[in-house]
Nanobody, 114 residues
Framework: QVQLVESGGGLVQAGGSLRLSCAASRSIFNINSMGWYRQTPGKQREFVAEITSGGSTNYAVFAKGRFTVSRDNAKNTMYLQMGSLKPEDTAIYYC????????WGQGTQVTVSS
């Protein structure tokens, strides 16, 4: 069992940056994959970025070049550094982890003003 808790969301102007954190309740060393999804009202949750236990990363097209996902196994924490933010990046961002089960955090709101 793993609890995931996001933090770092907030209000930022277009063009600005935010760093989201996802703190796990136990070691993430053997969590096969961790990542971020986002969701806006009336839309399905969409993939943002992923990082494997080996450090391989994968990004949605809209995130490439602007977002960077990383993980610090010593701190049991995953991060999403977001830059060049746009109003369309406004969403609730969810942390996700996969072992033999999927785990989700409660989400953190990111609002980008124009």
């Amino acid at each position: 069992q793993v609890q995931l808790v996001e933090s770092g969301g907030g209000l930022v102007q277009a063009g600005g940056s935010l760093r989201l954190s996802c703190a796990a309740s136990r070691s993430i060393f053997n969590i096969n994959s961790m990542g971020w999804y986002r969701q806006t009202p009336g839309k399905q949750r969409e993939f943002v970025a992923e990082i494997t236990s080996g450090g391989s990363t994968n990004y949605a097209v809209f995130a490439k070049g602007r977002f960077t996902v990383s993980r610090d196994n010593a701190k049991n924490t995953m991060y999403l550094q977001m830059g060049s933010l746009k109003p369309e990046d406004t969403a609730i961002y969810y942390c996700w982890g996969l072992t033999t089960t999927q785990y989700w955090g409660q989400g953190t709101q990111v609002t980008v003003s124009s």
